[in-house]
């Protein structure tokens, strides 16, 4: 590998010192010119798959919103924007979309500030064992959703439960972590938080580590303190990050279905729906009750309500993220 | 020694600082230099979160069914665990489903590497008409909810008669556009126009170019590809429980879920399932977790 490198380097060098800047794309275009088809054929296996399970599907969603298309046969029946009205006036859709909200807020906002400082910590250039405490920091991303909703259904459980014998030990009344609302979107927010706190972490230290280090001592040599270089160069400097994490976080967030429905309630969520998800709403009436053109309109609304949020968590990011460099 | 360069550094700043600043700069100065216990206590609680569930997975399995309800319950393994291993391979084909998940696993990680580099390449470094039209289109539709297709994913296979068939996991999954995205950075990044120029000028075919070019200086990027790939077919869930239906077919995930419902709740059963799907993984990392972990903070930077 390195024989056939170094050749080929001196070469580039005596190539860039020597054309002409201006020159060097129309050189390019000529030979790449003969490779459309290679580059067609290397690209279409990768198409045809794309198209077919990926394109195709997505538009398709869009066209069977239209109809009463039942699972269990009968012709797909037109019904225009039916889907979309019982949706509007669909209690528990909203309740879905409130308790997909709450689980989210409560894995995006803890998980990013623990991510964060634990970033913190291992940027700090003199740590020991550095490779050990990232390479365990990605051990719970690497478990199934399946087994840790398992694991995490056995802590929260009501009488055996290990947390819930903490409680009683420290002489409060046990939690009913599955037939409370709010406990229960702790518990599932506990799940997502455990799986993807150190991977978030990883990523936040990969961006902290591409931080000029300069720009640190001439915050010190300006008598800033650690939270105030922390607050003035960090976070302004993880800007890109910091909202691509909260796209991500959204995306992901807003889709949240395996972790409540491993969590015991089935499909409804809880037997008072107390935390059904939009996913898991879209499989319920998609799968569970076979129709297919609701369970679209839900993927639909589901997707329209991510890209809005996503937009507003790019704005919003900008703003916090320049505000901190003045 | 990049580390006692900085320190020195440091050093001087101290001075710096101790001489123009309050006495409780230089205390906090001096702490941040020889790293408070603080930090290890953190990290080491850290660890203690990352590590237990894994811990008490066993734990509970390993105490069988009857110990669950004890209070205080038993902090410590027990002695039951192979009985609990042949509870789980009485209610389930789990061999066989371990298999099915390794295979499957396998083709689509080789796949996946196979073709995200060679469509990487392409996007990387050849031009071809509708190029760049194609490429806003795959990194849009990543933003897009993965569920959005699932129903008219599930209706076409149906058409295609291909629940219950390893097909339905198999084919939508050999390639996808987070690899292609991923090894079209990788490849834009690392290799430089000029030497894929020098190549043609030498007169190497374009498969020539891929072979003795490409896929040296990517191999380490496309392993952790391959990786992921990998360890997502390993613990995919849903899809799978959607088109697998009979129980040799199932993968590991789908038949730890069949513990759940088969039986009033036993969590020692479940838990035993758990940890035996997810050891295979334990032992995997092992081997192969620092390569994830740079290849992650690779990622990060690059995106």
């Known amino acids: 590998m390195s024989a056939q490198a170094v050749p080929s380097k001196s070469r580039i060098k005596f190539k860039s010192s020597n054309a002409p800047i201006d020159k060097k794309p129309r050189k390019k275009i000529a030979p790449m010119r003969r490779q459309d088809r290679w580059g067609m054929l290397f690209v279409s296996p990768f198409f045809i798959v794309f198209l077919a399970f990926g394109l195709i599907p997505i538009l398709f969603t869009t066209y069977v919103a239209f109809f009463n298309w039942d699972a269990l046969g009968g012709a797909p029946e037109y019904i225009g924007f039916a889907n979309f009205k019982e949706l509007w006036s669909d209690t528990y859709f909203w309740q879905a979309l409130r308790n997909t909200f709450s689980i989210w807020f409560i894995s995006t906002v803890p998980q990013m500030t623990l991510a964060l400082g634990i970033a913190t910590l291992l940027a700090n250039p003199n740590l020991r064992a550095k490779v050990f405490w990232r390479t365990v920091l990605l051990v719970p991303n690497i478990t199934s959703v399946l087994a840790v909703a398992i694991v995490f259904q056995q802590l929260f459980g009501y009488d055996f439960g290990m947390i819930n014998l903490a409680i009683t030990w420290l002489g409060y009344h046990h939690i009913d972590w599955v037939g409370n609302q709010l406990a229960s979107h702790i518990a599932i927010a506990t799940m997502i938080n455990w799986r993807w706190f150190g991977y978030n972490s990883l990523i936040f230290l990969a961006s902290m580590q591409a931080i000029p280090r300069e720009l640190y001592e001439s915050a010190s040599l300006d008598g800033a303190n650690r939270w105030q270089q922390f607050r003035y160069v960090t976070i302004p400097q993880l800007r890109n990050t910091i909202i691509f994490m909260m796209i991500m976080g959204t995306i992901g967030g807003l889709q949240v279905f395996a972790e409540p429905m491993l969590y015991g309630g089935g499909m409804t969520g809880g037997d008072s729906r107390q935390f059904s998800t939009l996913t898991l709403y879209l499989f319920e009436q998609a799968f569970f009750n076979q129709r297919y053109g609701y369970g679209a309109v839900i993927g639909i609304a589901m997707t329209v309500i991510i890209i809005a949020i996503s937009v507003l968590n790019y704005l919003i990011g900008r703003r916090i993220a320049t505000d901190g460099t003045k | ?303």
């Open chain 2, 1 to 303: 020694m990049s580390g006692k360069h900085s320190s020195s550094r440091r050093d001087e700043k101290n001075a710096e600082i101790v001489s123009t600043d309050n006495a409780v700069t230089s205390v906090k100065r001096r702490r941040r230099r020889k790293i408070s216990p603080f930090t290890y206590v953190a990290l080491g609680v850290m660890t203690f979160i990352s590590a237990f569930p894994f811990y008490w997975m066993f734990v509970v399995a390993s105490n069988g069914s009857d110990e669950i309800s004890k209070i205080p319950p038993s902090l410590k393994p027990g002695t039951h665990f192979p009985q609990m291993m042949s509870a789980v391979y009485e209610a389930v084909p789990f061999n066989r489903s371990l298999l099915n998940t390794f295979m499957v696993a396998i083709i689509i990680a080789v796949s996946q590497v196979f073709f995200s580099s060679l469509a990487g390449f392409a996007f990387a470094k050849m031009e071809f008409p509708g190029k760049k039209w194609m490429l806003i289109f795959v990194v849009g539709t990543m933003m897009l909810p993965s569920q959005l297709g699932v129903i008219p994913m599930y209706m076409m296979m149906s058409k295609l008669n291909w629940i219950d068939n390893f097909k339905a996991l198999i084919i939508p999954a050999l390639v996808s556009a987070f690899g292609v995205f991923w090894m079209r950075q990788v490849i834009d990044a690392q290799i430089p126009n000029e030497l894929l120029e020098a190549a043609r000028i030498d007169g190497a075919s374009v498969f020539r170019i891929y072979r003795s070019i490409i896929v040296p200086v990517v191999r380490s990027s496309a392993f952790v590809l391959g990786l992921f790939s990998f360890l997502a077919t390993w613990n995919d869930f849903l899809w799978p429980l959607l088109v697998m239906n009979s129980p040799e077919k199932f993968t590991v995930q789908v038949a730890i879920n069949q513990l759940q419902s088969s039986y009033v709740i036993d969590y020692a059963l479940n838990m035993g399932g758990a940890f035996m799907a997810t050891a295979p993984l334990l032992v995997l990392f092992i081997f192969v977790g620092k390569r994830l972990v740079a290849g992650v903070m690779d990622g990060a930077v690059k995106g």
